[in-house]
Nanobody
Framework: QVQLVESGGALVQAGGSLRLSCLAS????????MGWYRQAPGKERELVAT???????NYADSVKGRFTISRDNAKNTVYLQMNSLKPEDTAVYYCNAVDIRWFTSVYYKRYDYWGQGTQVTVSS
């Protein structure tokens, strides 16, 4: 298991910047994938940015060029740098960690862990 604690959410004006942090309770280098999702009122949770296998990154089209995901393995922390924020970025941002456990050579289970979320509000 892994516990995740997000921080860094705030109220910011459009065009501003924020950096979110996600502290994991164990070494993030042992976690298969980590990333950020968000959920706006009345909408489904959506992917924002993730690290996948091989340390590659994946971004939602709506944040490409504005957001950057990074990690500090020594601090067990994943960050989300958000620049040029827009009102439509307003949402609760959640940190996600994925463990893949192999039971046989062909059978595995995926375990998803979530933080409690941090509110980002962008005013126009």
């Amino acid at each position: 298991q892994v516990q995740l604690v997000e921080s860094g959410g705030a109220l910011v004006q459009a065009g501003g910047s924020l950096r979110l942090s996600c502290l994991a309770s164990r070494s993030i280098s042992s976690i298969n994938a980590m990333g950020w999702y968000r959920q706006a009122p009345g909408k489904e949770r959506e992917l924002v940015a993730t690290f996948t296998s091989g340390n590659s990154t994946n971004y939602a089209d709506s944040v490409k060029g504005r957001f950057t995901i990074s990690r500090d393995n020594a601090k067990n922390t994943v960050y989300l740098q958000m620049n040029s924020l827009k009102p439509e970025d307003t949402a609760v941002y959640y940190c996600n960690a994925v463990d893949i456990r192999w039971f046989t050579s062909v059978y595995y289970k995926r375990y998803d862990y979530w933080g409690q979320g941090t509110q980002v509000t962008v005013s126009s």
